[in-house]
Structure formats: C-alpha cells, structure tokens
C-alpha cells in the first residue's frame, strides 16, 4: 500500500515567491511550486511508476494507494479511518515516500522517525498586570518564573533534566552510529545550513545523531507582558511557553507529560501558580532495516543511483507510518526524493526533476523486486 497526502502549507509570504506558488515553474532542473516536493511530487512518481509498467506489461504486485488530504494539520481523522477499515486496507506493508534523501547522489531509506509532546505551560503571579516601579522587587515576575524554569529543563551538557525522561530511550547501537556517519549532513554542514555561531547538545553524539536518534525538548513559543512597540513598565499577571519534545522508540507522550509535571511539582516555586496543558503526542517509530521490503528497495535505488543507499533516522514525526504499524500490524519503507535544499514549508518550494525522475525508475525497479 502506497501513501501519499496532497494537502500543502500555506504559501505564505507570497512576497518572498519568485513565481506563482500554485503555478509551476520550471527554472533550471527545478520545478517550482507548493507542495512539489512536500508531497505531490513523490505521489505522482509512485502513479508514474505504476502507469509505466501498466503500459509495457502485467504489475508484478498488487499496489493500494491511499491519498489523503489532512497531513499538514496531523491527519485528525487518518487515524479513525484505517481503523474503521482494516479490511480494506490490508497488505504486506506500506510504502511511504514522504521522507526524502539526505543529497542527490545519495538515495536513502528513513527506518526511524521521532514521536512528539507538546505542551502549553502557562505561569500565573498577580490577579493582573501590575506597575513595575511599584511592586518590583516585592512580587515574582512571571516571565522572570517561566524563564528560570525552563532554563533549568536541560543541564549544561544539553540533556533533558526531566525526571526519568532517558530511562526508556533506546541507545544507538555502534552499527547505527557507523551508519550515519555515512551521511553527508556533518557539523559542518549544520553550522553551515543555520547560519549558527556554535552547535550545541549532548557533545558525545554528533549533530545528525542528536537530530535523528536522541530525544529533544524545545520552546517553540514565548509570551508574557508587554511585547509591542515602545516601552510600558509592566509586571506581568501571568507568562505562556509552547514546549515540545521530539521523543525516540520506547519513549511514550504520556509519560514524558508525567515527567513534565513531576519537574514542576519540584522546581515552581511557591511564589506563582502554574499548569501544563497537554496539547497533541504521537509515539516514535522504527521500522526493520532488514526487512524483504526495505532490502527490496534498497537494490531498486541502488539500480537507479548507482551507489548503495543510506539508512537514516528522521528528526520529524510521521503520524500515519504508527497507524500503519500498530492499527493494520505491517512494516513501513520510508523513503522519497525531496532533498534538504527544496525549501519545504518555506517560499520557493521546488523540485529536482533529475533526481525525480530517478526516484521514478528507482519505483519501478522496486516493484519487479517485490514479484
């Protein structure tokens, strides 16, 4: 069973296109356009290889697609559906090529994505904003609360200060180590890409270990007091922070929200109320590397690219691959031709139509593969 989903981001700011994003464009070897690369462009390799060898012959295999229209908001009602319709959906496994290689000469198959929690965390002081000049110094600033809490989830080495939170996560094993070694995304290459003076984490693993196989906590968003134009002497009646956390096989959401509340329970002071909202999760997943279907793919984009493929982990979350897995029981090969420079999410969202068209003929030595 082929995945696919054909909803986009917005495109937003349209200011920054350099041509209409719902207008394809080829520049040079690139197709440009919204959604190109994220996903429509690898949905219609998947059609194209099907259509190509329909057109000379018999499908080695039986093929199910199943597209749909929600990715980009969390696929709210994916999830009901395969379980409403096991019958439906069964199969062997799936293929979703949602993930992408890591350069154009270097195909590569995602056996690992991140699972995710995110949290609201909102800070309470005063009943309402208070003058500064007058009860500074007397009442515990919330943004001064919320930021002393937050700074004290990781310690100096960047590891996660939560209560428990490492015990269920699954250590990276010399092979695997040695496996994404193999990539090309370097330090170099992050210091490179973001523009950062340093890097920073858990300095026992190189930057792409800690993107893809070890377990994160982020703030995604800050707010408290007065944050528009010009100056106002304001102490803040409460403070807010989005947090996520990018959790690795074994871990569970849930827990990592009772670890959450455990490090509050200890650390908020008595100065300030406060309460942790537990907004979405998703559990990680890890596919097997060894499996027919992955080793099938792996000889078909070596076929097509002339060079053995990578295996990776992904530092994003893919809802759908823990449906396919814990609703329907079947593995998932997770691969793609998006490359890390198609602006994804961002303006000028393109496609690199060789490395494309390589992805086509890569599927279509894929499924003879499999008959």
């Not at 080695?60 to 229209?69: H, Q």
């Not at 950062?196 to 377990?215: D, H, I, K, Q, T």
Request: a negative charge; hydrophobic letters at 40%.
């Amino acid at each position: 069973m082929i995945y696919g989903h054909y909803d986009v981001q917005p495109a937003e700011p349209l200011d920054k296109w350099h041509s209409d994003p719902f207008a394809p464009e080829v520049r040079d070897d690139n197709l440009y356009a919204r959604g190109a690369s994220d996903m429509k462009g690898q949905v219609a390799a998947a059609i194209d290889a099907v259509e190509s060898i329909l057109k000379t012959g018999d499908l080695p295999v039986n093929v199910k697609f199943i597209i749909e229209g929600e990715e980009e908001i969390g696929s709210p009602h994916l999830g009901p559906f395969i379980n409403e319709h096991k019958e439906l959906l069964a199969c062997d496994f799936a293929l979703n090529p949602d993930t992408g290689m890591t350069a154009p000469d270097l195909p590569t198959i995602t056996y690992a994505l991140r699972g995710l929690a995110y949290f609201e965390l909102r800070v309470y002081g005063p009943k309402q904003d208070l003058h500064s000049g007058m009860y500074g110094g007397a009442i515990h600033n919330p943004g001064q609360a919320i930021a002393e809490l937050i700074a004290g989830m990781h310690d100096a080495n960047g590891r996660i200060t939560l209560p428990g939170f490492y015990d269920s996560v699954r250590a990276l094993s010399a092979e695997e180590r040695a496996e994404i070694a193999r990539l090309p995304k370097t330090d170099q290459w992050y210091l490179e890409q973001t523009g950062v003076p340093a890097l920073w984490g858990e300095s026992e693993f190189s930057a792409e270990e800690r993107v893809g196989g070890r377990p994160t906590l982020e703030v995604n968003g800050l707010y408290s007091g007065f944050i528009g134009e010009g100056s106002k002497t304001v102490l803040p009646a409460y403070a807010m922070a989005k947090i996520s956390c990018r959790l690795v096989p074994d871990q569970d959401p849930e827990e990592v929200h009772q670890q959450l509340l455990q490090y509050m329970e200890a650390h908020a002071p008595k100065s300030i109320r406060w309460e942790v909202i537990n907004m979405v999760g998703g559990p990680p997943s890890i596919s097997d590397r060894n499996s027919p279907w992955a080793q099938a793919y792996l000889q078909a984009a070596e076929s097509a690219w002339g060079v053995r493929p990578a295996f990776k982990r992904e530092g994003g979350s893919v809802p759908v691959v823990t449906d396919f897995q814990q609703t329907l029981g079947i593995d998932v090969v997770n691969m793609g031709f998006g490359l890390p420079n198609d602006n994804v999410h961002g303006p000028n969202e393109k496609l690199d139509l060789p490395n494309w068209y390589r992805g086509i003929n890569a599927l279509i030595h894929f499924f003879y593969n499999l008959g």
